[in-house]
């Protein structure tokens, strides 16, 4: 078994740095995933209302819970508040909503999933979020201050966002009574996000790295995007050198880089792969050459959202 080392939270609370990625795990296989990453040693799952799986994934820890496998205080359960909730009073009862299909009582991480809110001209479809939605503007400082009343409700321990360029993420501390731990973007050896990474670090904020592996089973991927290749040569020769393959290569650059990558796995080999990272350290050459990948090669751009107020990832370098 292999357990992540902690990282300690700027509220004191400690996060494993490394988790279990769920998009894309569907219903049938999420629970196969969820239960054995805790059986290898995983602690941090990360979850969203978004993908449609909280209560198969709350099924799977509640078992593992029951049989002794694991404590609920030794594990880490991130969920996201959907951009159509962003409405200060509905961040309360949709945080609620998130617990009661995990079946659990608190979660140790709430993150805004985006600083863009939207509102749905009729029922919210999972399956279709963004069918009929339209963006509203509506402020996300508003939303933080729904996200403080789930920590003094004690249903979340801790609070972040995800996907907030640095703008964003400084109006919100300047704005904060309870300061963001987490900062959810996506990181790979395509989008290193140095920049970002020293901004929140600067300002205690930890940053975790989605889509590690430049998402490769997104639906919206098409020709000529920028590829993220396991098989690259470059990585491939420097696994060789710490009997590691290129994807842990990728893992450990993320780690050493400061950041709490989220490997999404559902194949068993490959989800005790990802976690198998934490016996070895990649000389400053070895990460040289993985800083040499980075090409701008974001995989995440939320297409439905351009153009949205607070559309995060234009008119501001990093
Ligand atoms: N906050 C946000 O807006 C946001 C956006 C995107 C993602 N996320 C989070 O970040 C997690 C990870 O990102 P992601 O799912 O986009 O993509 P990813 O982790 O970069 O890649 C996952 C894909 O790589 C494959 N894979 C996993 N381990 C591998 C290995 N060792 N060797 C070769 N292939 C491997 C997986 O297939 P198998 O399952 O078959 O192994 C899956 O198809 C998500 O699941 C989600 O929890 C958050
Ligand atoms: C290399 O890694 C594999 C897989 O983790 C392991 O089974 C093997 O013992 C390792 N070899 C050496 C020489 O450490």
């Excluded at 009862?93 to 617990?99: E, I």
């Excluded at 001209?121 to 339209?134: H, M, Q, T, W």
């Amino acid at each position: 078994m292999v357990v992540a080392p902690l990282i300690t939270l700027n509220n004191g609370k400690k996060c494993p740095q490394l988790g279990l990625g769920t998009w894309l795990s569907e219903p049938g296989e999420v629970q196969k995933a969820v239960k054995h990453a805790i059986e290898t040693g995983y602690r941090h799952i990360d979850c969203a209302m978004l993908y449609g799986n909280e209560k198969e994934i709350g099924e799977a820890i509640r078992e593992k819970i029951a049989d002794g496998t694991v404590k609920r205080e030794e594990l880490f359960i991130v969920t996201k508040l959907w951009n159509t909730f962003h409405e200060r009073e509905k961040v309360v009862p949709t945080c609620k909503k998130s617990l009661e299909n995990f079946g659990l009582d608190y979660l140790d991480l709430y993150l805004i999933h985006w600083p863009v809110a939207q509102k749905i001209k009729g029922e919210f479809n999972i399956k279709l979020p963004f069918k009929d939605a339209v963006g509203i503007d509506y402020d996300y400082v508003e939303t933080w201050k729904g996200m403080e009343e789930c920590v003094d409700l004690g249903i979340a321990k801790s609070i972040g966002l995800s996907n907030f360029n640095s703008k964003q993420l400084e109006r919100v501390l300047q704005n904060a009574r309870i300061k963001p731990v987490m900062n959810q973007v996506e990181v790979s050896s395509n989008l290193n996000q140095k920049k970002l990474i020293q901004f929140c670090k600067a300002r205690g904020v930890q940053i975790t790295a989605y889509s590690p592996f430049g998402s490769p089973a997104r639906p919206w991927a098409k020709p000529g995007d920028p590829v993220l290749r396991l098989d690259d040569p470059k990585l491939v020769k420097i696994g060789q050198k710490y009997n590691k393959t290129a994807s842990q290569v990728i893992l450990r650059y993320l780690i050493q880089l400061g950041t709490i990558p989220i490997p999404k796995s559902s194949n068993p080999q490959r989800i005790e792969q990802n976690i198998d990272v934490f016996d070895f350290e990649l000389s400053e050459e070895d990460m040289k050459i993985v800083d040499s990948f980075n090409c701008n090669g974001r995989a995440v751009h939320a297409e439905e959202l351009k153009g949205l107020p607070h559309y995060p990832f234009e008119g501001v370098e990093f």
